[in-house]
């Protein structure tokens, strides 16, 4: 079965720091584009940061740009969001996504982790 | 950044339906634009890819048209299991961007 499991949502203080996990499985983890996306509790989507197959291609949304670092670990068929900085204004469900292809659009999703970000 | 403007923020509708959603881009976005759908307390769905292929298991009254900066997203019998918010999301740009949503109620 293909899926994501995130991991790492917690309640943290402004100015803190989280890492936040996406466990795959059910495919073959090296051969695809991976991104998190964000939703504020009653909000949109939000689209937060891409990596590409081999982690040689790396975007992020301009609100997470400098604070947020997005890595993967295709040995461990592991995605990662390394999180500084954290403004209240990042409380979010985050989830990860795979992207089937850039033509494809995100066709798996994880369950999504909760950070809360409040003193 | 791409712009993505979805008409309308929400509607109501009653099951056997015909419902509409669109999208708009700032700019020209070729057919790099997908749909989703999300329930409540769910990871969103991918529905419609390349803004008129219908992903894999996704019923057939589900469909995309549109390219350039005009798109929509048709259900042509809505069924009580549609009742969700959808989405559209442009891939053109290496940063991605998701419309604001159209949440899809019951009359």
């Known amino acids: 079965e293909v899926q994501l499991v995130e991991s790492g949502g917690v309640v943290v203080q402004p100015g803190g720091s989280l890492r936040l996990s996406c466990a795959a499985s059910g495919f073959t983890f090296d051969d695809y584009t991976m991104h998190w996306v964000r939703q504020a509790p009653g909000k949109g989507l939000e689209w937060v940061s891409l990596?590409?197959?081999?982690?040689?291609?790396?975007y992020y949304a301009d609100s997470v740009k400098g604070r947020f670092t997005i890595s993967r670990d295709n040995s461990k068929n592991s995605l990662y969001l390394q999180m500084n900085s954290l403004r209240t204004e990042d409380t979010a469900f985050y989830y990860c996504?795979?992207?089937?292809?850039?033509?494809?659009?995100?066709?798996?999703w994880g369950q999504g982790t909760t950070v809360t970000v409040s003193s | 950044d791409i712009q993505m403007t979805q008409s309308p923020s929400s509607l109501s509708a009653s099951v056997g339906d015909r419902v509409t959603i669109t999208c708009r881009a700032s700019?020209?976005?070729?057919?790099?634009l997908n749909w989703y759908q999300q329930k409540p307390g769910k990871g969103p769905k991918l529905l419609i890819y390349g803004a008129s292929s219908l992903q894999s298991g996704v019923p057939s009254r589900f469909s995309g048209s549109g390219s350039g900066t005009d798109f929509s997203l048709t259900i042509s019998s809505l069924q009580p299991e549609d009742f969700a918010t959808y989405y559209c999301q442009q891939s053109y740009s290496t940063l991605r961007t998701f419309g604001q949503g159209t949440k899809v109620e019951i009359k």
């Open positions: 990596i590409s197959w081999d982690g040689g291609t790396i």
């Open positions: 700019q020209n976005i070729g057919s790099y």
């Open positions: 996504a795979k992207e089937g292809g850039i033509y494809y659009g995100m066709d798996v």
